[in-house]
T-cell receptor
Framework: DAKTTQPNSMESNEEEPVHLPCNHS???????IHWYRQLPSQGPEYVIH???SNVNNRMASLAIAEDRKSSTLILHRATLRDAAVYYC????????????????FGTGTRLTIIP | DGGITQSPKYLFRKEGQNVTLSCEQN?????MYWYRQDPGQGLRLIYY???????QKGDIAEGYSVSREKKESFPLTVTSAQKNPTAFYLC????????????????FGPGTRLTVL
């Protein structure tokens, strides 16, 4: 599996934008980039995913570098409810084709929002 | 509301006892998964099932068993053979596209925190 590298922790002020980085230098051409987040004592929650182009949804934006070796999850205006562990995960459809549908979670980035 | 339910939220058992964790979904998803999370760690896959009456071992299946008799249900049994069963257990489901797209997302339940005394 291609690996991802994220900072262990980040802090941001409430109502300011947050940029969460993820490095994936060994990404293959078919890997999708997924982001999930996990609030304290809850199950993970899907945030966003993309392949090559930048993506936007109601929760966040995903900016993917041109060489795809890194990506950034952008929360446009952080609230206290965004305090969570954010996971950057690569998913290979070729692996999925052989039944390997697992999500490989690392330790993620713990985001703290300062009021 | 569609979603995944896990029960109970907290579970305490004595060492050596088998225990079954419940997972139910009404999202009409074909695929279901069980993960284990230890403090400060990411999730690790225990078992997954793509269709009824079929399931596959994940990375840490030893000491666990599952069944998939109904599409909506995927119970996990933690047996006495599991050496360190105290953990946070998470169930998830997703659409199964057969060929796998890499874009499928997984929906997680609220988790069951198991403590073995």
């Amino acid at each position: 599996d291609a690996k991802t590298t994220q900072p262990n922790s980040m802090e941001s002020n409430e109502e300011e934008p947050v940029h969460l980085p993820c490095n994936h230098s060994t990404i293959s051409g078919t890997d999708y980039i997924h982001w999930y987040r996990q609030l304290p004592s809850q199950g993970p929650e899907y945030v966003i995913h993309g392949l090559t182009s930048n993506v936007n949804n109601r929760m966040a934006s995903l900016a993917i570098a041109e060489d795809r070796k890194s990506s950034t999850l952008i929360l446009h205006r952080a609230t206290l409810r965004d305090a969570a562990v954010y996971y950057c995960i690569l998913r290979d459809p070729l692996e999925a084709n052989f039944g390997n549908e697992k999500l490989t979670f690392g330790t993620g980035t713990r985001l703290t929002i300062i009021p | 509301d569609g979603g995944i339910t896990q029960s109970p939220k907290y579970l305490f058992r004595k060492e050596g006892q088998n225990v079954t964790l419940s997972c139910e979904q009404n999202l009409n998803h074909d695929a279901m998964y069980w993960y284990r999370q230890d403090p400060g760690q990411g999730l690790r896959l225990i078992y997954y099932s793509q269709i009824v009456n079929d399931f596959q071992k994940g990375d840490i299946a030893e000491g666990y068993s599952v069944s998939r008799e109904k599409k909506e249900s995927f119970p996990l049994t933690v047996t006495s053979a599991q050496k360190n069963p105290t953990a946070f257990y998470l169930c998830a489901s997703s659409i199964w596209t057969g060929g796998g797209s890499g874009a499928d997302t997984q929906y997680f339940g609220p988790g069951t925190r198991l403590t073995v005394l």
